[in-house]
């Protein structure tokens, strides 16, 4: 058999096609299961590697063909001194970076680190034959990208979780650290790189984690001091300059700020977190809303990821950009679209979050009676909306424990008779005891609604979330 059918591909120059052949091969073939097979398919990778690297016509390379003897195949050292015999005066190939290398002189060049393709074709190649050294790999780009993750554009951070399954160890890692700082890496803001380029290396990365600083900074006074540093470094990054317009949110007025933005896109159209804040102040200011910048907002922005702060109107990204795209679409009479952003807000307990979604569920519910009837469909409506309706919590309540409930309010009510017909027998004053009442049973409706919020309260906070992971995976 020649290497090519060994690896089952026609006779190619295509570095990329060989690695992928050899990479399915590997599949089926295990050195545990039967050595010589496994030896025969690895010699016949490195002869093909060999032969795509000469500058041989293809036509005139002859394919090795293995043949067995007494012992079995050729050995090893038979083949490559044919190999060499046949590409002489050739030299023989020096062995190839392992991925870390290679990693390590991507990241070091800058022009190359924020070039996706270069990322793509090293995380692409490597994942798709490098089959013994797979989870060592990962386990270093983990590492690396951890400590490295702020000066990395983020399509490349997303790539490397994408092809690398990366989340698989924010979930399951036993090192909380490392967790913790990929979850971090991967929910960073979309800063452009291209515009340093002309930095030399020790400015450039100054610049960087004091833009990040700036970014992430919670005190107003402190992130004027980031952005005054960062502008003496590189004035002209439109990042900086659109951290420095949002940074305003409370020292200028709503207009100001707006025609900053404005500006700002006029220079950038194409800057989603610059539509995205346009978009959250006219919202804000009862301004018709730019449907060109709803598309925008949904790319990736500086709020994609919501911050939580007990000081929550001190922070300078304050948008909930869920909460904000959920209001825009219900009142474009969108409401799925509305509902799969607003269940997503960071706070779905404020009251004008939660009737929205009690809105769409009450139609749903409606729809779904009036049409399929389907009943497990409509029960399971019903436990969502008591989400977010005191009133559907009220009434699934009484479905599921009803028998509790009338137990309950029927010793109530014989307790109450009891005492409204004995002091209708001995009281003198009956304007008195109506009064008495009045107050009595107003009372306790209070006390039982209070009591029953609670209740409610409680019940979100230990379902919900249980909930939509079991319904979506996970809704954040």
């Not at 680190?113 to 060592?136: A, H």
């Not at 994609?304 to 869920?322: A, L």
Request: hydrophobic letters at 40%.
């Amino acid at each position: 058999m020649t290497v090519w059918e060994i690896l089952k591909i026609e006779k190619t120059t295509d570095k990329r096609a060989i690695k992928r052949a050899y990479a399915k091969a590997l599949k089926y073939t295990h050195p545990d299961d039967d050595p010589v097979a496994f030896q025969k398919l690895k010699e016949s990778f490195d002869i093909a590697l060999k032969y795509q690297e000469s500058d041989w016509d293809i036509d005139d390379f002859e394919p090795i063909v293995f043949a067995e003897n007494e012992d079995g195949y050729n050995s090893r050292e038979e083949i490559v001194e044919k190999l060499e015999w046949q590409l002489e005066p050739l030299e023989l190939e020096e062995k190839e970076p392992s991925f870390m290398e290679q990693l390590n002189v991507v990241f070091a060049n800058f022009n190359e680190r924020i070039n996706i393709e270069v990322w793509r074709e090293l995380l692409q190649t490597d994942s798709s034959f490098s089959m013994d050294g797979y989870d060592s790999n990962k386990a270093y780009l983990a590492n690396f990208i951890a400590e490295n993750a702020m000066f990395l554009p983020k399509e490349i951070i997303k790539l490397a979780f994408e092809i690398y399954n990366l989340d698989e160890i924010v979930l399951n890692s036993f090192n909380e650290r490392l967790a913790i700082k990929l979850r971090n890496a991967k929910n960073l803001p979309p800063f452009s790189f291209e515009a340093l380029e002309n930095l030399d290396e020790d400015s450039r990365n100054t610049f960087i984690m004091t833009r990040y600083a700036a970014y992430t900074c919670l005190e107003r006074r402190a992130i004027e001091s980031h952005i005054k540093r960062a502008k003496i470094i590189f004035a002209s990054d439109p990042d900086l300059e659109l951290i420095d317009i949002i940074s305003s949110t409370g020292k200028l007025n709503q207009a100001t700020i707006l025609k900053r933005i404005n500006q700002f896109i006029e220079k950038n159209p194409e800057n989603p977190t610059a539509r995205m804040y346009r978009l959250f102040l006219n919202q804000r200011m009862k301004n018709p809303i730019n449907l060109d910048d709803l598309e925008y907002a949904l790319l990736d922005t500086y709020f994609s990821v919501p911050k939580e702060n007990e000081f929550f109107d001190d922070i300078i990204y304050h948008v909930d950009k869920n909460k904000l795209l959920g209001f825009i679409y219900f009142d474009l009479k969108e409401y799925p679209m509305a509902y799969s952003y607003l269940i997503k807000a960071a706070d779905t307990s404020v009251k004008s979050v939660r009737d929205r979604i009690a809105f769409w569920l009450k139609l749903e519910l409606k729809k779904e009676k009036e049409t399929t009837k389907n009943k497990a469909r409509m029960q399971d409506i019903s436990t969502e909306l008591t989400f977010y309706s005191i009133f559907g919590y009220e009434l699934w309540y009484l479905k599921l424990r009803a028998k509790n409930v009338f137990s309950v309010l029927f010793s109530i009510a014989k307790v109450a008779i009891l005492i409204m017909l004995l002091t209708s027998i001995f009281a003198e004053d009956l304007n008195f005891w109506r009064v008495f009442w009045i107050v009595f049973l107003g009372n306790t409706i209070g006390v039982h609604l209070l009591f029953r919020k609670n209740r409610w309260i409680k019940y979100r906070d230990e379902n919900r979330e249980e909930y939509y992971q079991n319904k979506f995976g996970n809704i954040k």
